[in-house]
């Protein structure tokens, strides 16, 4: 049995199937009333996030540590932009990863904050794969 709009809305875990989600593309869901994305990157996507130097970065973390290892084609990230919080739109911006239009931030295919005034990086929510398809967040 599932739970109820209501039960997930005050914070229950939700189970997101991935499997109809494309190389290269982006869905949104919600959890806790907040905005997920998950990004199924490309190949070019992960090695861009890769080849970055962290030390240079505002918020230094490693897109190995904002992933699941065995899993690294999944970004999944609390869409809210940490300036003010607006919600940023995906696969914009320079650097191919979420661009928040309020005030100009840009994030990058980990969601780490690389232009803009947002101070840090958008939040890796807690969440588990229960399969190979499929994520639990919460
Ligand atoms: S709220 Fe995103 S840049 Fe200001």
Known sequence: MNPDAS????????????????EGQDIKVFWRGKPIYISHRT???????????????PDPQTDEARVKSGHDQWLVVIGICTHLG?????HEGSYDGFFCPCHGSVY??????????AP???????YQFVSDTKIQIG
């Open 43 to 57: 190949k070019k996507q992960i090695e861009e996030a890769r080849a970055v130097n962290v030390a240079s970065l």
């Open 120 to 126: 840090s990086n958008l939040p890796v929510p807690p």
């Open 86 to 90: 607006c919600i940023p739109i995906a």
């Open 7 to 22: 039960t997930i809305a005050a914070g229950a875990p939700i189970e997101v199937d991935l499997s109809p989600v494309a």
């Open 108 to 117: 990058d295919t980990s969601g780490r904050i690389r232009q803009g005034p």
